[in-house]
């Protein structure tokens, strides 16, 4: 056996392969491989844990899932339903695009701080949050009996901190952001890192004392965001969305299109109308007030088709469905069925010229109407029967209850009269009191679902595409919908006696998604492929055969400079050329480097760049300014 002397000889040289011959062959098998540690200060995929390979890429035609891929290659492994451990090299991704955000944050004037993941339960009562998000809510309760949550947002705690600190005009603006773990009960986990229990998000809260103030940072942020998502040169899409449960009267989403995506962006071919589902309109909106004052048809570009004007339908709710197009829905409490109602066909115009087709809901015109909706019932009938115990109601009736069961119904725009409605309907032997809604009352109603071609509300020209998309980001002005209930009130310039509540933002943008968006939109049938922004590394340098020394002078030359080093790897390790590159490719580094035989003939690799599909010889004096040139395309 070789003396220490010899083996301190070989770390010295960087030649591995002297290292593992230091070591005895078992007698049982191969010679042992042992991971060893260097104190060079360069980085080695040896003491690097990345455990790529070993497990079998999923079987199918076309190219494979994202999620697989992030798995395959060593990013990330799941512990539990909806619930994920981020390996070294997922860790380097989150911590580059945490990077990231703290630069923009810090330009825009951001101050950053870290929440409690406990919130309590008595500040969401106050905002009126905890029974309307209590399905989704991981609630727990200490050994006093105290009520706590884990926070899948943070708006209630920062403006009780905020409240408590800040008295007066002159303490704002304020711009507080934290990087943090969220949790939310999610009842069907999916699609890896685009649907868990644990998320990492970055939220941005801004304190204004006016309203315009507010307004003002709202586009500051906006921005921002524009620059921000513009670093991952990869084109996303801004749409104005609905606030939701959130509050507020203004917001808008970012996203990028990907198949894997839960949302539908509406967009037009001509200007820039871009809009998410629950708020798009398509371009046929008039209301039915307008249509009978001008004696028209319910649109002129779009026409009903085949809508019975004298529609009776029968007064058992189940076999509704054979009479007209219907949809029906439950409340979150299971008290109350909605009923809608539009056409079988409509007749849209297309760039082909009229056509007939076919209508599908827009439950998110639904859900706008009646925020208490559960979307999630696929059986709203049944619900609606079990929670009411119809059979028991049957016999002692509904008089006196506190709250009575009901039927709620709605018809889309396209319907100019307002159907016959019977005061109640028959659901299993009670009679079910019906309250009509109709869009006289509400506005105008658009029930039908927007499909690709449908007219712009917003142009004489365009057309709407609809595209699936993930939402990676959005930004909300909230004004006054915590501040006010949580007493978060400051004296004014005007009236210093005077306590008003202060004008709200929130700013998020999901992390941990981030990764599995871009993962998804960039991968190919080889692998990963990173952004530079966001890339493990940026650059990475491999060998075969007699060149393991060789190989670090080229890592030298990329990495070993003062003057803005390339975030390089060196993978030495023990393993053919050509399986090296193959893991490469699946890591996804932007820049891959070989060392190869063209280094013997005139000092030259091979540098390979799946994204631009190049692939050339480069001298290696040259290398730092060829790849860094490279780098700066992706």
């Given at each position: 056996m070789k003396s220490f002397p010899q083996v301190q000889k070989a770390l010295r040289s960087h030649n591995l392969s002297k290292i593992s011959a230091s070591f005895p062959r078992s007698k049982a098998g191969p010679s042992v491989h042992l991971r060893f540690y260097h104190e060079d200060g360069r980085r080695r995929v040896s003491a690097f844990w990345i455990p790529s390979g070993g497990i079998a890429k999923t079987k199918g035609e076309g190219k494979e899932d994202s999620h697989s891929l992030l798995i395959r290659a060593g990013f990330i492994r799941q512990a539990h339903a909806g619930l994920f451990q981020f390996l070294p090299l997922g860790l380097r991704v989150q911590e580059k695009i945490e990077r990231l955000v703290d630069k923009h944050m810090s330009k825009l004037g951001g101050s950053k701080l870290s929440l409690s993941t406990f919130s309590s339960e008595d500040l969401w009562q106050k905002t009126g949050?905890?029974?309307?998000?209590?399905?989704?809510?991981?609630?727990?309760?200490?050994?006093?009996?105290?009520?706590?949550?884990?926070?899948?947002?943070?708006?209630?705690?920062?403006?009780?901190?905020?409240?408590?600190?800040?008295?007066s005009y002159k303490e704002l603006p304020l711009r507080l952001y934290q990087i943090s773990r969220k949790y939310r009960d999610e009842p069907r986990p999916r699609q890896g890192l685009l649907r868990t229990r644990e998320f990492l998000m970055k939220d941005l809260y801004t304190f204004d004392s006016t309203p315009n103030e507010a307004l003002e940072t709202y586009k500051c942020v906006r921005q921002a965001y524009d620059t921000f998502f513009n670093e991952f040169k990869i084109p996303f899409l801004t749409a104005e969305a609905a606030s939701g449960e959130m509050g507020g009267d203004l917001s808008h989403e970012y996203h990028f299109r990907t198949t894997k995506g839960e949302d539908n962006i509406i967009s037009c071919t001509s200007c820039g109308y871009v809009a998410n589902e629950e708020l798009a309109q398509s371009g046929q909106n008039l209301s039915n007030s307008a249509l009978e004052s001008k004696n028209e048809s319910p649109s002129s570009t779009r026409q009903v088709k085949n809508v019975d004007y004298t529609l009776h339908p029968p007064k058992d709710l189940e076999t509704q469905a054979k009479y007209s197009n219907q949809w029906l829905g439950v409340t979150q409490n299971r008290s109350t069925i909605v009923q809608a109602f539009l056409p079988s066909e409509i007749e849209a115009q297309t760039t082909d010229g009229k056509q007939t087709r076919n209508t599908n809901i827009n439950v998110h015109?639904?859900?706008?109407?009646?925020?208490?909706?559960?979307?999630?019932?696929?059986?709203?009938?049944?619900?609606?029967?079990?929670?009411?115990?119809?059979?028991?109601?049957?016999?002692?009736?509904?008089?006196?209850?506190?709250?009575?069961?009901?039927?709620?119904?709605?018809?889309?725009?396209?319907?100019?009269?307002?159907?016959?409605?019977?005061d109640s309907i028959t659901i299993d032997g009670l009679e079910v009191p019906v309250l009509h809604e109709h869009c006289k009352l509400t506005g105008a109603i658009d029930l039908v679902k927007i499909q690709w071609g449908d007219p712009c509300p917003r142009c004489d020209e365009g057309t709407l595409k609809v595209e699936p998309a993930v939402e990676l980001g959005h930004t909300f002005h909230l004004g006054t919908r915590y501040s006010a209930p949580l007493n978060a009130t400051i004296a004014t310039k005007e009236s210093q006696n005077e306590q008003t509540p202060m004008q709200m933002g929130c700013h998020g943008i999901g992390v941990s998604r981030l990764i599995a968006a871009v993962a998804d939109s960039l991968a190919d049938s080889k692998g990963l492929n990173w952004p530079r922004v966001m890339a493990p590394f940026e650059a990475v340098v491999l060998s075969g055969g007699d060149h393991e020394g060789d190989a670090v002078e080229v890592y030298d030359a990329l990495a070993a400079t003062s003057d803005s080093p390339i975030d390089a790897i060196l993978d030495d390790r023990n393993k053919q050329l050509g399986w090296k590159i193959r893991d490469a490719d699946l890591i996804g580094y932007p820049v891959i480097v070989v060392?190869?035989?063209?280094?013997?003939?005139?000092?030259?690799?091979?540098?390979?760049?799946r994204r631009l599909d190049s692939k050339e010889l480069v001298p290696v004096g040259n290398l730092r300014a060829y790849v860094e040139g490279k780098l700066q395309q992706l």
């Amino acid at each position: 056996m070789k003396s220490f002397p010899q083996v301190q000889k070989a770390l010295r040289s960087h030649n591995l392969s002297k290292i593992s011959a230091s070591f005895p062959r078992s007698k049982a098998g191969p010679s042992v491989h042992l991971r060893f540690y260097h104190e060079d200060g360069r980085r080695r995929v040896s003491a690097f844990w990345i455990p790529s390979g070993g497990i079998a890429k999923t079987k199918g035609e076309g190219k494979e899932d994202s999620h697989s891929l992030l798995i395959r290659a060593g990013f990330i492994r799941q512990a539990h339903a909806g619930l994920f451990q981020f390996l070294p090299l997922g860790l380097r991704v989150q911590e580059k695009i945490e990077r990231l955000v703290d630069k923009h944050m810090s330009k825009l004037g951001g101050s950053k701080l870290s929440l409690s993941t406990f919130s309590s339960e008595d500040l969401w009562q106050k905002t009126g949050r905890l029974d309307r998000s209590s399905s989704e809510l991981f609630r727990l309760m200490d050994r006093k009996g105290g009520k706590y949550l884990l926070s899948p947002t943070h708006e209630e705690e920062i403006t009780s901190l905020v409240g408590s600190i800040v008295k007066s005009y002159k303490e704002l603006p304020l711009r507080l952001y934290q990087i943090s773990r969220k949790y939310r009960d999610e009842p069907r986990p999916r699609q890896g890192l685009l649907r868990t229990r644990e998320f990492l998000m970055k939220d941005l809260y801004t304190f204004d004392s006016t309203p315009n103030e507010a307004l003002e940072t709202y586009k500051c942020v906006r921005q921002a965001y524009d620059t921000f998502f513009n670093e991952f040169k990869i084109p996303f899409l801004t749409a104005e969305a609905a606030s939701g449960e959130m509050g507020g009267d203004l917001s808008h989403e970012y996203h990028f299109r990907t198949t894997k995506g839960e949302d539908n962006i509406i967009s037009c071919t001509s200007c820039g109308y871009v809009a998410n589902e629950e708020l798009a309109q398509s371009g046929q909106n008039l209301s039915n007030s307008a249509l009978e004052s001008k004696n028209e048809s319910p649109s002129s570009t779009r026409q009903v088709k085949n809508v019975d004007y004298t529609l009776h339908p029968p007064k058992d709710l189940e076999t509704q469905a054979k009479y007209s197009n219907q949809w029906l829905g439950v409340t979150q409490n299971r008290s109350t069925i909605v009923q809608a109602f539009l056409p079988s066909e409509i007749e849209a115009q297309t760039t082909d010229g009229k056509q007939t087709r076919n209508t599908n809901i827009n439950v998110h015109a639904i859900k706008g109407l009646f925020p208490e909706l559960d979307l999630s019932v696929e059986t709203p009938i049944e619900a609606f029967k079990q929670h009411w115990r119809l059979q028991q109601l049957v016999e002692t009736g509904i008089a006196g209850l506190s709250e009575i069961p009901r039927i709620l119904r709605i018809f889309d725009i396209r319907y100019s009269n307002i159907l016959p409605s019977p005061d109640s309907i028959t659901i299993d032997g009670l009679e079910v009191p019906v309250l009509h809604e109709h869009c006289k009352l509400t506005g105008a109603i658009d029930l039908v679902k927007i499909q690709w071609g449908d007219p712009c509300p917003r142009c004489d020209e365009g057309t709407l595409k609809v595209e699936p998309a993930v939402e990676l980001g959005h930004t909300f002005h909230l004004g006054t919908r915590y501040s006010a209930p949580l007493n978060a009130t400051i004296a004014t310039k005007e009236s210093q006696n005077e306590q008003t509540p202060m004008q709200m933002g929130c700013h998020g943008i999901g992390v941990s998604r981030l990764i599995a968006a871009v993962a998804d939109s960039l991968a190919d049938s080889k692998g990963l492929n990173w952004p530079r922004v966001m890339a493990p590394f940026e650059a990475v340098v491999l060998s075969g055969g007699d060149h393991e020394g060789d190989a670090v002078e080229v890592y030298d030359a990329l990495a070993a400079t003062s003057d803005s080093p390339i975030d390089a790897i060196l993978d030495d390790r023990n393993k053919q050329l050509g399986w090296k590159i193959r893991d490469a490719d699946l890591i996804g580094y932007p820049v891959i480097v070989v060392v190869g035989r063209d280094w013997k003939k005139g000092r030259k690799v091979e540098v390979q760049c799946r994204r631009l599909d190049s692939k050339e010889l480069v001298p290696v004096g040259n290398l730092r300014a060829y790849v860094e040139g490279k780098l700066q395309q992706l």
